[in-house]
T-cell receptor, first 111, second 115 residues
């Protein structure tokens, strides 16, 4: 079975902190994605990556950056967390011509 | 740019009845995939069904089937014999089969099952 693991299920951070959300997949998938999920807005794409060290902006990249140094790991970075980044964050990975597999989500609260 | 639209924020259905969730999309590509995902209260996103655009036959998975209308860019999900465990958020999603693909989701439909 494909496994996508996000480092934390719940996280509470203070405004201005640098926050790292980690995602690891075990199936050698090329593509990895970071989304945020907010009520009424669905899943909005923040960044995605199609290979090591490659990244593309999604629909809402402002305030975020990403890192993909190894194929299995895709990190989302909030350089200076703000309260409007309080949300559910979902990571996904995918091999071409297949569906995406998701992690369990991280509910981030910025206070 | 590709878009996915789910116009029904909430739906409800009696247990054992049939319900249809709507999804429309827009893309300039001719080869793409469409998906329906389910997200129960556990938050884990689960694939319900997938459809490849070049296949004319509608996909089915047990009680779940789709009505794929490529020309109309419509992709609805039909759930037959609804069960309590079907209660969840349902998301429609689209990805192109070319290049470095962006997986785009709709805003979701919350499905309630009435016992």
């Amino acid at each position: 079975d494909v496994k996508v693991t996000q480092s934390s299920r719940y996280l509470v951070k203070r405004t201005g902190e640098k926050v790292f959300l980690e995602c690891v997949q075990d199936m050698d998938h090329e593509n990895m994605f970071w989304y945020r999920q907010d009520p009424g807005l669905g899943l909005r794409l923040i960044y995605f990556s199609y290979d090591v060290k490659m990244k593309e902006k999604g629909d809402i990249p402002e305030g975020y950056s990403v890192s993909r140094e190894k194929k299995e790991r895709f990190s989302l970075i909030l350089e200076s967390a703000s309260t409007n980044q309080t949300s559910m964050y979902l990571c996904a990975s995918r091999f071409r011509n297949t569906e995406a597999f998701f992690g369990q989500g991280t509910r981030l609260t910025v206070v | 740019a590709q878009t996915v639209t789910q116009s029904q924020p909430e739906m409800s259905v009696q247990e054992a009845e049939t319900v249809t969730l709507s999804c429309t999309y827009d893309t300039s590509e001719s080869d793409y995939y469409l998906f329906w995902y389910k997200q129960p209260p556990s938050r884990q996103m689960i694939l319900v069904i997938r459809q490849e655009a070049y296949k004319q036959q509608n996909a089915t998975e047990n009680r779940f089937s789709v009505n794929f209308q490529k020309a109309a860019k419509s992709f609805s999900l039909k759930i037959s014999d609804s069960q309590l465990g079907d209660a969840a958020m349902y998301f429609c999603a689209l990805i192109s089969n070319f290049g470095n693909e962006k997986l785009t989701f709709g805003t979701g439909t919350r499905l309630t099952i009435i016992p």
